[in-house]
Nanobody, 125 residues
């Protein structure tokens, strides 16, 4: 599956930004979706994941309470709402997909075989 994350940009600390992730074909509803980010000079890290139906969501501790992931399967789109952003949220943000496994939660980069090109988020202080 081909993915594309978009919606990044420059935002002031304390502000908000909404990222989206889509695919050219109508298949996103078949996959568990994950959000990851990679800051300059650092390894890529988990941000959030959402189940196929959007019922189960998990977040990294660093973004819990500030970021919300959701999805609109009818529109073949997954979202990452970023509120109260901090300078340390500056990174290249990626969306990723994988097949669902009943009862399983996927928090590792290696869990996801399908990746899109990232979108850059810069938070100014």
């Amino acid at each position: 599956v081909q993915l594309q994350a978009f919606g990044g940009g420059l935002v002031q600390a304390g502000g908000y930004l909404r990222l989206s992730c889509g695919a050219p074909d109508d298949t996103l509803s078949l996959y568990v979706m994950g959000w990851f980010r990679q800051a300059p000079g650092k390894e890529r890290e988990f941000v959030a994941t959402i189940s196929r139906a959007g019922v189960r969501r998990y977040y990294a501790d660093s973004v819990k309470g500030r970021f919300t992931t959701s999805r609109d399967n009818a529109k073949n789109t997954v979202f990452l709402q970023m509120d109260k952003v901090k300078p340390e949220d500056t990174a290249l943000y990626y969306c990723a997909a994988r097949e669902s496994v009943t009862g399983a939660t996927f928090l590792r980069e290696s869990d996801y075989p399908y990746w899109g090109r990232g979108t850059e988020v810069t938070v100014s202080s």
